[in-house]
């Protein structure tokens, strides 16, 4: 079966401190990958998405990065926190890249920037 | 661009009351549609998908959803609701072009028991 696992759980940070959020997935080979943020109380907002190892596209600029340096791994980052960085962070996988195939989310991230 | 919107931020019903919680789209071709749940500080799960086909949709926990194309509307209905419903709900909607979902802001339910 597959399993998405997302680390840590939470964080609590420093503004204009760097971050990394991880998200590994087991038992599926090649998945789409993506990463949502969730304001508190918000709607979901898609950061990045990336079909294959070394290729990740941005959504929106957040001033955040991501990368995805092995097929079963997507890393959030950026060197400088925010106070709007604050949030929930999803990460997500589909099977392929078509739209009509359902995502299955990791429990999240929350990040809480002071 | 696709575009949805979730009318209602919050819901308050009674356990055992029915429930509908409203979606609606914008998209000019056929939109693959989705609903989600999420607990408390917890990720998104599925609940239900509609591609083609039977505009009813049955999910999971006795939730189904109607695609009514003329009115761009996937609303969530459970005839009786338990306490455990209680969460937020997100409708999503995709295209046919390869990126991923775009979901409403959320609708948070709660159930009084």
């Known amino acids: 079966a597959q399993t998405i696992h997302q680390w840590p759980v939470a964080e609590i940070k420093a503004v204009g401190s760097p971050l990394s959020l991880g998200c590994t997935i087991k038992?599926?080979?090649?998945?789409?990958l993506y990463w949502y943020w969730q304001a508190t109380g918000g709607t979901l907002q898609q950061l990045f998405y990336?079909?294959?190892?070394?290729?990740v596209e941005s959504v929106v600029q957040l001033n955040l990065s991501a990368s995805r340096p092995k097929d079963d791994q997507f890393i959030l980052s950026t060197e400088k926190l925010l106070l709007s960085h604050s949030g929930f962070y999803l990460c997500?996988?589909?099977?392929?890249?078509?739209?009509?195939?359902?995502?299955?989310f990791g429990h999240g991230t929350k990040l809480s920037v002071l | 661009a696709q575009s949805v919107t979730q009318p209602d931020a919050r819901v308050t019903v009674s356990e055992g009351a029915s429930l509908q919680l409203r979606c609606k789209y914008s998209?000019?071709?056929?939109?693959?549609l989705f609903w989600y749940v999420q607990y408390p500080r917890q990720g998104l799960q599925l609940l239900l998908k509609?591609?083609?086909?039977?505009?009813v949709v049955q999910g999971v926990n006795g939730f189904e959803a109607e695609f009514i194309k003329s009115n761009s509307s996937f609303h969530l209905r459970k005839a009786s609701v338990h306490w455990s419903d209680s969460a937020v709900y997100f409708c999503?909607?995709?295209?046919?072009?390869?990126?991923?979902?775009?979901f409403g802001a959320g609708t948070k339910l709660s159930v009084k028991p």
């Open positions: 038992g599926k080979s090649s998945p789409n």
């Open positions: 998209y000019s071709g056929t939109p693959y």
């Open positions: 999503a909607v995709s295209t046919n072009n390869n990126n991923a979902p775009r």
């Open positions: 509609y591609y083609s086909g039977d505009p």
């Open positions: 997500a996988w589909s099977l392929r890249s078509f739209s009509n195939e359902r995502l299955f």
């Open positions: 990336s079909i294959t190892v070394g290729q």
